[in-house]
């Protein structure tokens, strides 16, 4: 499946996935075949980080 490119859509669809089908960052982009780094990198440029501990991205 392909991830959406547009760094907000991409953040609504991520946070969706690991909140309602996933319990790790990992396990989504495994799942999905995506790159993990591809992910971390787009959403830090929007200004989001992922805290592994609520395992969603937050803003800062």
């Given at each position: 499946m392909s991830l959406p490119s547009d760094p907000f859509m991409l953040l609504s669809y991520v946070n969706t996935q690991l909140r309602d089908n996933y319990s790790s960052l990992d396990d989504l982009s495994a799942s999905c075949g995506a790159d993990k780094s591809s992910i971390?990198?787009?959403?830090?440029?929007?200004?989001?980080?992922?805290?592994?501990?609520?395992?969603?991205?937050i803003q800062g």
């Amino acid at each position: 499946m392909s991830l959406p490119s547009d760094p907000f859509m991409l953040l609504s669809y991520v946070n969706t996935q690991l909140r309602d089908n996933y319990s790790s960052l990992d396990d989504l982009s495994a799942s999905c075949g995506a790159d993990k780094s591809s992910i971390v990198e787009k959403l830090e440029k929007a200004g989001y980080s992922y805290n592994a501990e609520l395992n969603k991205f937050i803003q800062g």
